[in-house]
């Protein structure tokens, strides 16, 4: 039967090293041939960097009897493996102080170099809804910064062609001076 739903992450008490699985042919289908489902799996991690020892051939071993504990059947024949990626750094781990330096690298961007910013998972998470809902806000800051700017730099052209401009002169006698006060 086929998966429905997004996967699934494993908890380290289950000891297993498989981190968890995304259902790729569930989320996006016509991903994997008729017949087949198409598993991202994801192993290793901060607490466990021995992964990176393994050869591709026993990384998929690993995967696949973690797998079978959590949700293949005992029996499952080998998968048919696409490919195998190793990111020694691929998830940034938020050690004690993460928030404070955080804090100082913007204040000190906002004070030196207004208009850039710095976005990534580092400063929110790895989550796709939360990474995307960053994307956004920050947009919305680029935005209102660059329209301001041009407020700005419209309001400044407007005051240099006010004060560039000559106005005539006309010389008033005193007594159609006093007539006009």
């Known amino acids: ?17 498989t981190l968890g699985t995304i259902w790729s042919s569930s989320l996006f289908p016509g991903r994997a041939p008729e017949g087949y489902t198409m598993l991202l799996n994801y192993i ?19 995967v696949h009897a973690d797998v079978k504990k ?20 691929a ?39 939360d990474c995307v809902q960053y994307g956004a806000d920050i947009a919305a800051e680029v935005t209102n910064f660059l329209s301001l700017k ?4 419209n309001i400044k052209t407007s005051q240099e062609e006010v004060s560039s401009v000559q106005l005539p002169q006309r010389e008033l006698s005193s007594s159609s001076a006093d007539s006009q006060l």
Do not use: C
Not at 150 to 153: A, K, L, P, R, T
């Open 70 to 89: 959590v949700l293949l059947k005992p029996d499952a024949p080998l998968p048919r493996v696409l490919g195998v990626r190793l990111w020694p750094r």
């Open 1 to 17: 039967e086929p998966l429905v739903g997004f996967g699934h992450l494993i908890p380290r008490a289950m000891k297993v090293r």
């Open 150 to 153: 041009d407020i700005q730099e």
């Open 44 to 62: 290793g991690g901060a607490q466990d960097v021995q992964i990176a020892e393994l050869s591709n051939d026993q990384i998929v071993e690993q």
């Open 91 to 129: 998830i940034p781990q938020y050690e004690r102080g993460h928030l404070e330096l955080l804090s100082e690298v913007e204040t000190a961007v906002r004070a030196k170099a207004p208009g850039l910013y710095l976005g990534g998972n580092y400063r929110t998470g790895v989550a796709f809804g």
